[in-house]
């Protein structure tokens, strides 16, 4: 893994798949911070990636919002456990 991979996690109080995602993040050597998006601060950050965002069929956006970054690029937007672990499988 590239030591340069950083990662910007959105989330939501009482979102399962948040925690899910969290719980395997923990236990990957990817190193990043958590924004809630019950927060002020949270709900400025990620207007920095609004275009990246994967929305349902209502327009609403799809929790939790997993950005990883390289070198200040974002590399992929996911948004479950499942896509985490693939996309890391894909890049051993």
């Known amino acids: ?3 340069h991979m950083t990662y910007e996690l959105f989330t939501y109080p009482s979102c399962q798949r948040c925690e899910e995602l969290k719980a395997f993040l923990g236990g ?3 190193r990043g911070e958590e924004f ?3 927060r002020k601060e949270g709900k400025l950050k990620i207007r ?3 275009a990246f965002i994967k929305r349902d069929e209502k327009g609403g956006m799809v929790l ?3 950005i990883l970054k390289d070198e200040g ?3 992929a937007v996911l ?3 499942e896509e985490l672990g693939e996309w ?3 890049k051993a």
């Open 36 to 38: 809630s998006l019950a």
């Open 73 to 75: 690029g974002v590399k």
């Open 1 to 3: 893994m590239n030591d």
């Open 28 to 30: 990957t050597d990817l």
């Open 79 to 81: 948004a479950s456990r």
């Open 48 to 50: 920095e990636y609004l």
């Open 64 to 66: 939790p919002i997993l």
């Open 88 to 90: 890391l499988k894909s």
